[in-house]
């Protein structure tokens, strides 16, 4: 049993995010809303090629892409130690029917597996942030950052080395900082691109998790696993402490970023906390207000001449993406933070 917990005083005499946060919100949502095939204006921040038939275009923005030196400068303490925040290396999976730690509208992650549908529960996953999975024998690493509302599942790097990850404890644009225990490269959660290291410049490969509730997947996928809170670590778990997705309020939906972040949208778009369907494809990045897909159902645009289609699935509440290299939620401060120049669906 590891009994580590996380640093409440580091030496810097920062607090730490545990600390700082309290309260609580909704980010994911349960709300199932009809699809009415909704074509959104696109607009671009700095001259992006996106754009679908009905497409506008704003005024070009300043902010450029931060570099991968400009992000490896910008780290910052988020409070614990390197594995402070500890993974999860043993994953154990239960029965839906023994899931009985999950309510109805609890959060979870679900991976889409078609003969092993997987959902990660947000209640063991904000007291971990990593679990080192496999699925079918290959590595699945399963994240997930509280701070910028991310959930992301990798598969890997480029040559197909099987990498587990840890937390540093460190944050760059107030998201969490990964490292590979193989090279100790560092890796931004939201980019998947490594900062520094020996694989510094190399990208991980996702698929998708859907961002539902525990009600809507059981429904969807009866025969799901589900991660269990045996983990080998002592948490309070069904506690947050960073406030709650079901009560929709605290951090999860109030303020601003307490970290620093390398750009803000001036124009103040959208509520920092606000979701956004982050999408990456084409070499361009596009943001889609997650309430806007809500009410009418279906977006198609381009990233750089890449059709992309999203689509509010209603029984799970959740965004589908067809045509991207990956898609997740996002708070949108946290994914402008990362992309200024980033497309906009508005």
Known sequence: MDEQAYTPNPPNKQPSRRQILKGAGVIGGAVALGIGGGVYALRTLSGGSGGGPDSRTSPEGSGEPPSLERLADNVVSGGPGKDGIPAIDKPKFVDAGKARFLTDDEPVFGLEHPHLPRAYPQLVLVWHEIVNDTVDGKPLTV????????????????????????TTGNLVNSNLVMYDRQTDSTWPQITGTAITGKRKGQRLATTPLLWTTWKAWRSAHPDT????????????YGSDPYGSYT?????????????????????????????????????????????RLKQDGTVRAKAGGVPVTVTWD??????????????????WFAW???????????
Do not use: W
């Open 314 to 331: 209603r029984k799970l509440a959740a965004a589908r993406v067809d045509g991207a290299e990956d898609a997740f939620d996002a708070m």
């Open 247 to 291: 009560r929709n309020s605290g951090y999860y939906t109030e303020g601003g970023p307490i970290f620093p972040v390398l750009e803000r949208d001036k124009r103040e778009r959208f509520a920092d906390k606000d979701v956004v369907i982050a999408i990456r494809a084409g070499k361009r990045q596009l943001a889609l207000p997650k309430a």
């Open 336 to 346: 402008y933070a990362f992309h200024p120049d980033t497309e906009v669906l508005v």
């Open 225 to 236: 696993q589900v991660l269990s809170t045996d983990t080998g670590h002592l948490r309070d």
């Open 143 to 166: 994240t997930y950052c509280p701070l910028t509302g991310t959930a992301i599942a990798f598969t890997g790097p480029p040559d197909g080395s099987a990498l587990t990850f840890g």
